[in-house]
């Protein structure tokens, strides 16, 4: 049912003949002895002929698959745990308020944010980290279809109705010049395999938000001197499309959220009655706090730190 709520997912299900699938008959032992030992044959020759080892851990692969992450490795990219801010997502460590039965973090309580609500899957750390950099540096296409659960999941944590009609699906674009280089737009791929498992109610629109100009780095700049570099940075190119709609805002990575805020407020300046945002990863303060940096807010934008962790 489409509505407010979470979307569950499931790698498999049950198949009966009200589904209107085919029923085969039932192989009997000594045919389903040699279907397994020609399967096992060919995972061993792949494993001979093609040695490959997971691009997350290391260890050799033995299954063949178009992503070359083991199952071990894909399996331990879990999502966040914990209370987390009512709008902003983040993780609260230590006392919080409540605003309308929902926790809110300091910096939410003090000014919302432009958009009504934002959720991540997971921890923009370690294997996730990884799995975002493989298909956005390294061209691993196959991984957008594993990040595209993981935003599905995040979606379906946030409140959205479709009493208006479709939700308008917006990725966070690209520049031209880096859309270019690249030759996709990470987002807008995350995005078309995450809908593709949703149910109905959803218009993926990947034209509606343009970048119209470069920013400069965000490595070193405060929070003022962040959202002036994006000002001005976005525009919405097809008003009509948005006018009076809900839109989903989507992206791989959250960090400090100037991107996203900027977005989102380009976006109900052009007339979108409001604006989610899911993304695959978010930064959590609260770990970096945790691992020495107290007090400390990230000044890295998404673009940049992907960068710096894939080069440097």
């Not at 629109?205 to 470069?214: F, G, I, P, V, Y």
């Amino acid at each position: 049912m489409i509505g407010r709520g979470r979307f569950v997912f499931s790698s498999s299900r049950d198949v009966s003949p009200t589904d209107g699938a085919t029923v085969l008959p039932r192989r009997n032992s000594f045919v389903s002895s040699l279907a397994t030992g020609a399967s096992t044959m060919a995972t061993a020759l792949f494993a001979t002929l093609f040695p490959a080892d997971c691009r997350l851990c290391g260890h050799p692969l033995t299954n063949i698959s178009r992503l070359p992450v083991c199952e071990e490795c894909l399996a331990s990219l879990t999502r966040i745990e914990g209370v987390q801010c009512g709008i902003c997502g983040e993780r609260l460590n230590g006392p919080y308020e409540l605003s309308e039965d929902e926790a809110r973090c300091e910096l939410c309580r003090r000014a919302e944010p432009p958009y009504a609500k934002a959720a991540a899957y997971g921890s923009y750390e370690s294997g996730l980290r990884e799995l975002i950099h493989l298909l956005k540096y390294e061209q691993v296409r196959p991984a957008a279809t594993v990040l595209g659960r993981m935003l599905g999941e995040a979606i379906g944590d946030l409140p959205l109705s479709f009493m208006r009609g479709p939700v308008v699906t917006v990725p966070v674009p690209l520049y031209a010049k880096k859309l270019r280089q690249r030759g996709f737009n990470q987002a807008e791929l995350i995005a078309r395999a995450a809908l593709k498992l949703l149910p109905g109610g959803f218009e993926l629109n990947a034209q509606a938000l343009q970048r119209c100009r470069e920013t400069q780095s965000q490595i070193g700049l405060s929070r003022h001197q962040r959202r002036e570099n994006m000002r001005g940075a976005f525009v919405v190119a097809t008003p009509k499309e948005i006018q009076g709609c809900d839109v989903l805002l989507v992206d791989d990575v959250m960090t400090t959220g100037t991107t996203v805020s900027e977005c989102a407020r380009v976006l109900r300046r052009a007339g979108a009655s409001k604006v989610y945002v899911a993304t695959v990863a978010r930064t959590l303060k609260v770990e970096m706090q945790n691992a020495g940096r107290a007090h400390e807010e990230p000044k890295i934008e998404e673009e940049d730190a992907l960068a710096m962790a894939a080069h440097g």
